[in-house]
């Protein structure tokens, strides 16, 4: 088990890369801690597999170093970096019996039978497929399949990193909390860095202990997933975390204040830059509806069960507001107010402002 | 108890009528013949059974059957192992797979009859291209039309050229269908290449290759034209296979009452080996 070091890793999918834009993967540089449970979040084709290919060695990268610990395995294959993978869809052997796939990588490695039947059977314990053990794996239920696959993937007791590419895809959505907790215990339990890739939100802020967030190639935020609801350093982050998404008012910067439609907005603190566009972002869960404040049109009002979410229109911008108070009812003009200390400036999409300390 | 919909034998009937015409009514001509004597004119003896022993205890159909396995047995043994090995060595994608694909499907288009005349000619010691060079610049006697051995060989080398894109293609279509994922899952649990083999490319052709052994059995099995052609059964009887022994007593001695109750003896064979081949492989797949 070992920390692991990307160094300046970039990845294109052209012979020729030739810009930016070229690249899937634009310039990662970023170490994953031993033991860590980290998740991978990110909109398809951002990227998120891309990287997962890389560190399992199946995919080489353009540019760039691995370390793993101090040792550089940009040049190994997958079965000399031991790691292992579960993949979208359950991969498991058909011919063989569950425990037969089980113990699988440890026989292509050589052990012997009696350490094999001990891995085995505590792997099996873990994942509450001990009753299964004699089936063939291939009359297993699709949810089986893929905790055969995760197995298959924690039975060597050696691995530095356990990654999981989208492994809940295939599975009915009862099944998933089920799976989600078995693999937080499983964390726990056998104390390998696991990395999760998932363009699921929930999926992630569950899992994660360290939620690193990618869009278009690069990582845009890492953080807790408190960090990236409290303070997302993009406003991409705003946007694809939380329900309903954080709000993004184009503004004016004039005299070190944010004016959205002439008016003035209060900020978190100081604007530490400026850029081309600048965006005030605030959660709808600090948007009040008051006797004063930003003008708007209601455009939809629901009650979702413990909250109401309203989207009100101010000019072409619309703004959510999530609240518990009494609902509006659709076409009234109602009255806006930012909580000031979760009020935040974005420059070019990036956060540019400064909370007060 | 509620009377069934008669109706629904109206739309059976068209499939019944043509199923009738070109299978049942042939076949029961056939077991017509089985059982009698004739002499033509339309005169018919009852025989009974007698033809069916007259042909079982026949030392020619024997000596013809073991030909008929032997011939079977072998070119199994060739196509098949060396379809899997061609399928797995196929480029994935790219340029040449189409390359591949047509070259391999080309002897399956060219005409039977046509297949043995050119491995006819081919192989003829003095005129063709194959025979020419073995026996006068590399001094290997070989004349397929004097030595048994050589017949044998020339018509199974035939066969193997003849049908093993066959069994190719349907082992390609096979692996095509493997997700990359396997291979990649495969690669970090160590698995050798073996292993990739023998738990992931086998089981996922099995399905194609029990389809391909049965056609090959059953075609190489009933085959006639191309050993025809070639050999005419020759030299002397040693390439007379089931089907073109059948033609020898049906055609050449005007001997229906056996010549029926070989073909029925014939198929039934066929279709035993077939049926007992396929339970046997798809034993598993129900439970």
Not at chain 1, 128 to 151: C, F, H, W, Y
Not at chain 2, 90 to 100: A, D, E, I, Q, T
Not at chain 2, 223 to 230: H, M, N, R
Request: hydrophobic fraction near 45%; proline fraction near 5%; glycine fraction near 8%.
């Amino acid at each position: 088990m070992a920390r692991i070091t990307l160094q300046n890793v970039r990845h294109s999918y052209l012979p020729n890369p030739d810009g930016d834009d070229d690249y899937a993967l634009k310039e990662i540089d970023h170490s994953w801690e031993d033991g860590g449970a980290y998740a991978l979040l990110g909109p398809s084709g951002c990227g998120k597999s891309t990287l997962l290919n890389i560190i399992s060695g199946l995919r080489a990268p353009s540019e760039g170093r691995i370390l793993f610990g101090d040792e550089d395995v940009t040049d190994l294959p997958p079965d000399k970096r031991n790691i292992a993978q579960v993949f979208q869809f359950p991969v498991i052997y058909d011919t063989m019996t569950v425990y037969d796939n089980l113990a699988f990588p440890l026989r292509n490695r050589g052990r012997n039978e009696k350490i094999v039947k001990e891995r085995v059977t505590a792997i099996a314990e873990m994942l509450e497929v001990t009753p299964m053990l004699k089936t063939r794996a291939a009359n297993l239920s699709p949810d089986n399949k893929q905790k055969i696959s995760m197995g298959r993937g924690l039975v060597r007791n050696d691995v530095n990193v356990v990654m999981f590419d989208e492994p809940l895809t295939v599975i009915d959505p009862h099944l998933k909390w089920k799976l989600r907790l078995k693999l937080k215990e499983l964390h726990h339990r056998v104390n390998a860095t696991m990395i999760y890739v998932t363009h699921d939100q929930t999926e992630a802020l569950t899992f994660a202990d360290q939620v690193v967030v990618m869009d278009l190639g690069v990582i845009v935020q890492i953080g807790t997933p408190v960090e990236l609801f409290e303070r997302p350093a993009h406003t991409f982050v705003g946007h694809f975390i939380g329900s309903p998404g954080m709000n993004i008012l184009p503004c004016e910067i004039r005299d070190g204040g944010a004016f959205f439609r002439g008016q003035n907005v209060a900020l978190e603190g100081p604007v530490t830059r400026s850029g081309e566009r600048t965006e005030i972002g605030v959660r709808p869960e600090y948007v009040t509806l008051a006797p004063t404040g930003i003008e708007g049109v209601v455009r939809k009002a629901a009650d979702i069960g413990r909250h109401n979410v309203i989207e009100v229109v101010a000019g072409d911008t619309r703004i959510s507001v999530v609240s518990d108070g009494n609902l509006p009812e659709q076409g009234e003009t109602v009255h806006l107010q930012f909580r000031q200390d979760q009020t935040r400036l974005y420059a070019d999409g990036w956060l540019a402002s400064k909370a007060r300390s | 108890m509620k009377s069934a919909n008669q109706r629904a034998w109206l739309f059976v009937l068209p499939v019944l009528v043509l199923v009738a015409f070109n299978a049942l009514i042939p076949i029961m001509t056939v077991v017509n013949y089985s059982v009698q004597e004739t002499f033509g004119d339309n005169l018919f003896f009852w025989q009974g059974l007698d033809w069916f022993q007259q042909i079982l205890r026949s030392d020619r159909f024997h000596a013809a059957l073991g030909r008929q396995f032997l011939f079977t047995g072998l070119i199994l043994a060739i196509e098949i192992p060396l379809g899997i090995v061609i399928a797995l060595s196929m480029p994935k994608r790219g340029f040449w797979v189409p390359v591949c694909l047509v070259t391999m499907a080309l002897p399956m288009l060219i005409p039977w009859n046509v297949v043995g005349s050119m491995w006819n000619i081919f192989t003829l010691p003095d005129i063709g291209l194959l025979g020419y060079f073995l026996n006068h610049t590399l001094g290997v006697p070989y004349d397929m039309t004097q030595s048994p051995v050589a017949a044998w060989i020339t018509i199974v080398v035939m066969d193997v050229w003849h049908w093993t894109s066959l069994v190719v293609l349907l082992c390609y279509a096979g692996l095509m269908s493997i997700p990359d994922a396997y291979y990649q899952a495969a690669k970090i649990d160590g698995a050798s290449n073996w292993a990739v083999f023998r738990y992931i490319q086998l089981p996922k052709m099995k399905t194609v290759l029990t389809i391909a052994i049965l056609l090959r059995f059953m075609d190489s099995f009933n085959i006639y034209t191309e050993p025809f052609t070639l050999t005419g059964g020759g030299p002397g009887n040693s390439t007379t296979l089931l089907s073109i022994d059948l033609v020898k007593i049906a055609l050449g001695q005007f001997d229906l009452g056996p010549a029926a109750a070989m073909s029925l003896i014939y198929f039934a064979i066929t279709l035993l080996v077939s049926w007992v081949f396929y339970t046997l492989m798809t034993k598993d797949d129900t439970n």
